[in-house]
C-alpha cells in the first residue's frame, strides 16, 4: 500500500463521511475482536518500538531506509504495470530500480526521482482489480492488519515479485522484513492524529476507499478538493 494514498484518504476521511455500506464488512463483529487484539500488540508493542525508531533515528537516515524498501518494491511494480498493460510505467519503475540500484547506492539515494522519473505503487491486487476481480468484503488480518481476499491473493504473488524474497539466508529475509514492518509503522505514526471517531470504521473506510482508487488508477475521483488534496499530498 501506497502510505502517501492511504494518508490522502484519511485526511479526505476528516472532511467527509464515507460510509461503507454493511454487505461489504459481513464479519464486523469478528473483524471488530482481531482489531482490538492488533490494537493491544500495536500499543505495547509495534508503536513503542517505532517511535524510540523515529526519535533516535537521523532523518537522513530514515529517508534512506524507505527509499531502499521502495525500491526493493520496484521490481512488483514493473511486473504488475506489465500486467495490467501498462508497458510505458514499467519501463520506466524498472529504468527506477536499475538507477536507484546501481548510482543510488542499493536504493538509500532516489536519484531516479531527481531524473524525473515518477515513481508508482503497484501490486498484484490492484492488477486483479484492474482485471475487473471484486475485492470482496472487509477483513481485519491478526497481526498483519485491513485487507480483503483480493488483497490477500495479491499479496501472496507480489511477495513473490519482491526483492526481499530472492534473498536466500533465512535470518537476513527475517531482519529485512522486520525493519521493513518497522520502518513502515513508523510512517504511519503522523496518520494517527488525523483518525477521529471511531478508529475501526475510520480505518475500514480509509482502506476500502483507497483500493478503489488504486484499482481505478484514480480515475473514478472528480471532486474538486479530492483533486487539490491529492495535489498537496503526492506532490
Not at 527509499?67 to 504488475?80: Q, V
Not at 506489465?82 to 510505467?89: E, I, N, S
Not at 471511531?198 to 476507499?209: E, G, K, N, P, T
Request: no cysteine; proline share 3%; hydrophobic share 40%.
Amino acid at each position: 500500500m501506497s502510505f502517501q494514498r492511504f494518508l490522502y484518504f484519511s485526511v479526505t476521511l476528516v472532511f467527509f463521511s464515507l460510509d461503507i455500506s454493511a454487505t461489504q464488512d459481513p464479519f464486523e463483529d469478528l473483524n471488530r475482536k482481531i482489531w482490538a487484539f492488533n490494537e493491544s500488540l500495536d500499543d505495547n508493542f509495534a508503536k513503542p518500538t517505532a517511535e524510540i525508531y523515529t526519535n533516535i533515528t537521523p532523518d537522513f537516515i530514515e529517508i534512506g531506509i524507505t527509499n531502499f524498501f521502495r525500491n526493493i518494491n520496484e521490481l512488483d511494480n514493473t511486473a504488475n504495470q506489465l500486467l495490467q498493460g501498462k508497458p510505458m510505467y514499467a519501463m520506466n519503475d524498472f529504468a527506477r530500480f536499475v538507477i536507484n540500484t546501481s548510482v543510488g547506492v542499493l536504493g538509500f539515494i532516489d536519484v531516479a526521482s531527481k531524473m524525473g522519473l515518477e515513481r508508482h505503487d503497484e501490486d498484484f491486487g490492484q492488477t486483479l482489480g484492474s482485471w475487473g476481480v471484486s475485492k470482496g468484503p472487509f477483513l481485519m488480518i491478526p497481526l498483519y492488519g485491513p485487507s480483503t481476499p483480493r488483497s490477500l491473493a495479491g499479496r501472496s504473488v507480489s511477495s513473490v515479485l519482491s526483492g526481499t524474497f530472492a534473498i536466500e539466508e533465512t535470518d537476513v529475509r527475517i531482519g529485512v522484513t522486520a525493519l521493513d514492518a518497522l520502518e513502515t509503522r513508523a510512517r504511519y505514526l503522523e496518520v494517527e492524529t488525523l483518525i477521529v471517531g471511531d478508529r475501526y470504521s475510520f480505518i475500514r473506510d480509509s482502506y476500502m476507499q483507497y483500493l478503489d482508487f488504486e484499482s481505478s488508477d484514480g480515475e473514478d475521483q472528480s471532486d474538486d478538493f479530492v483533486d487539490d488534496m491529492d495535489d498537496f499530498l503526492l506532490d
